[in-house]
């Protein structure tokens, strides 16, 4: 075995299958779990077991995982008459929610950053960034996240020169809520590198002003990537900050297992999560995805986290091992290197389809199908080189033939290498056509549906996509009658906010924004809608042995909320409140009285 390959498996061990002795010590020294047994009764606790709602009288926890789910009679002979009683008052107990898709680091960067959602104009967006400009310490780039374009006045993203009015010798970068699509000032691209003689990068484009040369300003795709790579790293208090911020509001909608799906979108993603382990900062577990470009480097991260956290040979981590709640050695100090993410595509007016846009998006020539982002050499080698491993591989594609390339990589993998339980994740997974489900399902990947997308995109893909694509969009009613795992993700700060009970509302009533039904022969029950966040979403990520449910021997991940999904006007899931999120039986959010 190569020195390369032996420091890739050890890395790669580390993050999936290597406890830290450091975190486990800890673990034993304070445990995250009460060391009291807790029965909860009195309310309506849904097990989340098997494909119709199951109720249970009682649950008991011990040491952060379920002791029992059952009648309350078993419940309190297993607790022991010591045991602490939590009346839940009528209120709902759930599985703790799992984050299939969200940017956890990138979110916890942007609770830094100006808040661009809902700019009416330039003019808003450039007010709200020259508040930035005060708040930004010196060095650092002034940045703002979550405009549209398509919903300001002027429909378009702002120019260079529009930014320089906010600072003219300071790097200005404002990126758009789909996270695909950004602009800068002139400063910004000189710090980057880029110039008018710099070309387009493949699967992107800086947009040109009339002599087909000179930078305007906006930038999608790949382009954006080159720009925001070169932004000055978080470090220090700003780093911990990023993480602690996106921990508590993770936790305030009910998530116990959160996902970064991209490591590596900014060039200090790596720094702030080896920082979290170092330093204990997480109250919730994060599943990392790292992004493609920067695999290498988060594998050396692991390696150098390896070194550190290094099992020693004294049995000591074995007894330690034993005592730690999850059971799931794959965590460090709550942190997993679970995959690697590619992007196969673009957004809403970029997305890579084997037929052209019904309507050509805006800047666009037609016929227009989206862009290809990657070549298939490259995925190719992906899967030739991970198929066998644990490490999953997460693809972004909103297009169809995004989704074929996908399948082909995949169909090359199992011919040479023979089937694995590998679950590689269809990220988006916008428009599948009917013949390729059969494929995902003989190869076992699964789907993670962007429902939280309907509400503001709903109406432009009906218009965009057409008849046909949008009816069929994130085909959630089809894999349900197909009996195929799928799930519902936000990818937060695509969204505004990490909230899983939105998905579970747009899953079931599938409203754009205007109130028009989008799909609504791809609507689903609640049940099903919220086990695409629960037992489904823990089979994505691996996870089912210990989270996902509520049955006995698994973690003590709980959500209790102020009314039953299952039990309320539908179109008002979104409105029900978390009041508290329980992680290995220790309370991480409770909701203020």
Same mark, same amino acid.
């Given at each position: 075995?190569?020195?390369?390959?032996?420091?890739?498996?050890?890395?790669?061990?580390?993050?999936?299958?290597?406890?830290?002795?450091?975190?486990?010590?800890?673990?034993?020294?304070?445990?995250?779990?009460?060391?009291?047994?807790?029965?909860?009764?009195?309310?309506?606790?849904?097990?989340?077991?098997?494909?119709?709602?199951?109720?249970?009288?009682?649950? #008991?926890?011990?040491?952060?995982?379920?002791?029992? $789910? /059952?009648?309350? @009679? +078993? !419940?309190?002979?297993?607790? &022991?008459?010591?045991?602490?009683?939590?009346?839940?008052?009528?209120?709902?107990?759930?599985?703790?929610?799992?984050?299939?898709?969200?940017?956890?680091?990138?979110?916890?960067?942007?609770?830094?950053?100006?808040?661009?959602?809902?700019?009416?104009?330039?003019?808003?967006?450039?007010?709200?960034?020259?508040?930035?400009?005060?708040?930004?310490?010196?060095?650092?780039?002034?940045?703002?996240?979550?405009?549209?374009?398509?919903?300001?006045?002027?429909?378009?993203?702002?120019?260079?020169?529009?930014?320089?009015?906010?600072?003219?010798?300071?790097?200005?970068?404002?990126?758009?809520?789909?996270?695909?699509?950004? #602009?800068?000032?002139?400063?910004?691209?000189?710090? $980057? /590198?880029?110039? @008018? +003689? !710099?070309?387009?990068?493949? &699967?992107?484009?800086?947009?040109?002003?009339?002599?087909?040369?000179?930078?305007?300003?906006?930038?999608?795709?790949?382009?954006?990537?080159?720009?925001?790579?070169?932004?000055?790293?978080?470090?220090?208090?700003?780093?911990?900050?990023?993480?602690?911020?996106?921990?508590?509001?993770?936790?305030?909608?009910?998530?116990?297992?959160?996902?970064?799906?991209?490591?590596?979108?900014?060039?200090?993603?790596?720094?702030?999560?080896?920082?979290?382990?170092?330093?204990?900062?997480?109250?919730?577990?994060?599943?990392?995805?790292?992004?493609?470009?920067?695999?290498?480097?988060?594998?050396?991260?692991?390696?150098?986290? #390896?070194?550190?956290?290094?099992?020693?040979?004294?049995?000591?981590?074995?007894?330690?091992?034993?005592?730690?709640?999850?059971?799931?050695?794959?965590?460090?100090?709550?942190?997993?290197?679970?995959?690697?993410?590619?992007?196969?595509?673009?957004?809403?007016?970029?997305?890579?389809?084997?037929?052209?846009?019904?309507?050509?998006?805006?800047?666009?020539?037609?016929?227009?199908?989206?862009?290809?982002?990657?070549?298939?050499?490259?995925?190719?080698?992906?899967?030739?080189?991970?198929?066998?491993?644990?490490?999953?591989?997460?693809?972004?594609?909103?297009?169809?033939?995004?989704?074929?390339?996908?399948?082909?990589?995949?169909?090359?993998?199992?011919?040479?290498?023979?089937?694995?339980?590998?679950?590689?994740?269809?990220?988006? #997974?916008?428009?599948?056509?009917?013949?390729?489900?059969?494929?995902?399902?003989?190869?076992?990947?699964?789907?993670?549906?962007?429902?939280?997308?309907?509400?503001?995109?709903?109406?432009?893909?009906?218009?965009?996509?057409?008849?046909?694509?949008?009816?069929?969009?994130?085909?959630?009613?089809?894999?349900?009658?197909?009996?195929?795992?799928?799930?519902?993700?936000?990818?937060?700060?695509?969204?505004?906010?990490?909230?899983?009970?939105?998905?579970?509302?747009?899953?079931?009533?599938?409203?754009?924004?205007?109130?028009?039904?989008?799909?609504?022969?791809?609507?689903?029950?609640?049940?099903?809608?919220?086990?695409?966040?629960?037992?489904?979403?823990?089979?994505?990520?691996?996870?089912?042995?210990?989270?996902?449910?509520?049955?006995?021997?698994?973690?003590?991940?709980?959500?209790?909320?102020?009314?039953?999904?299952?039990?309320?006007?539908?179109?008002?899931?979104?409105?029900?409140?978390?009041?508290?999120?329980?992680?290995?039986?220790?309370?991480?959010?409770?909701?203020?009285?």
């Amino acid at each position: 075995m190569s020195f390369h390959h032996s420091f890739r498996v050890l890395s790669v061990c580390l993050w999936l299958g290597v406890a830290s002795a450091s975190a486990l010590a800890q673990q034993s020294q304070a445990p995250n779990a009460s060391p009291q047994t807790t029965v909860y009764l009195g309310g309506e606790i849904l097990t989340m077991r098997g494909m119709s709602p199951e109720y249970v009288e009682s649950l #008991a926890v011990k040491d952060g995982k379920i002791l029992f $789910a /059952g009648p309350l @009679a +078993e !419940s309190k002979k297993l607790a &022991g008459e010591s045991a602490l009683t939590i009346d839940l008052g009528g209120k709902t107990l759930l599985p703790g929610f799992i984050d299939t898709h969200g940017h956890f680091v990138y979110f916890g960067k942007n609770l830094v950053d100006a808040n661009l959602f809902n700019c009416a104009d330039i003019a808003e967006l450039i007010a709200r960034m020259r508040k930035q400009v005060d708040r930004t310490p010196e060095g650092a780039w002034i940045v703002g996240f979550g405009y549209q374009a398509r919903s300001m006045k002027e429909g378009r993203p702002p120019t260079s020169e529009e930014l320089d009015l906010i600072s003219a010798d300071r790097p200005v970068m404002v990126v758009d809520s789909s996270g695909h699509l950004g #602009a800068a000032n002139s400063a910004a691209f000189k710090a $980057a /590198g880029i110039s @008018a +003689e !710099s070309p387009d990068p493949t &699967g992107g484009m800086f947009a040109r002003k009339p002599d087909g040369k000179s930078l305007l300003g906006p930038m999608e795709e790949t382009a954006l990537n080159a720009v925001r790579a070169k932004r000055p790293p978080f470090s220090g208090e700003l780093a911990s900050r990023a993480i602690t911020g996106a921990a508590e509001v993770w936790a305030s909608y009910g998530q116990t297992t959160a996902m970064e799906a991209g490591l590596g979108l900014g060039n200090d993603d790596i720094g702030i999560v080896t920082n979290a382990i170092d330093n204990k900062l997480l109250s919730i577990d994060l599943y990392v995805a790292a992004k493609d470009s920067a695999l290498d480097d988060t594998l050396a991260a692991a390696y150098s986290v #390896a070194t550190q956290y290094n099992p020693d040979s004294t049995g000591i981590v074995e007894k330690l091992r034993a005592s730690r709640p999850d059971l799931d050695n794959r965590y460090v100090n709550r942190v997993r290197l679970g995959g690697v993410k590619f992007w196969l595509d673009g957004s809403l007016d970029t997305a890579w389809f084997t037929q052209p846009y019904s309507e050509t998006p805006a800047g666009k020539t037609a016929p227009f199908s989206g862009y290809r982002q990657i070549p298939d050499e490259v995925l190719d080698r992906v899967f030739d080189k991970y198929w066998t491993s644990e490490l999953q591989i997460h693809m972004h594609m909103n297009g169809d033939a995004a989704a074929d390339q996908a399948l082909n990589a995949i169909s090359k993998a199992v011919k040479k290498h023979g089937m694995r339980d590998h679950r590689p994740v269809f990220v988006h #997974a916008a428009w599948l056509r009917l013949d390729q489900i059969e494929p995902i399902k003989r190869y076992g990947a699964v789907p993670s549906f962007l429902t939280a997308g309907i509400i503001p995109g709903g109406d432009a893909v009906v218009r965009l996509w057409g008849a046909e694509r949008s009816a069929g969009a994130m085909a959630s009613r089809t894999f349900l009658r197909s009996n195929l795992p799928f799930t519902f993700s936000h990818d937060a700060p695509v969204s505004p906010t990490p909230s899983i009970l939105a998905l579970v509302d747009a899953g079931v009533n599938r409203l754009s924004g205007t109130g028009k039904v989008v799909g609504p022969d791809e609507r689903i029950p609640p049940y099903h809608a919220l086990r695409a966040v629960t037992a489904m979403a823990a089979y994505q990520l691996k996870e089912e042995q210990s989270k996902g449910t509520l049955e006995a021997g698994k973690l003590a991940d709980l959500v209790i909320l102020d009314k039953n999904p299952l039990k309320v006007e539908s179109t008002t899931i979104k409105d029900i409140a978390v009041l508290e999120t329980i992680k290995e039986g220790k309370t991480v959010f409770k909701k203020p009285q």
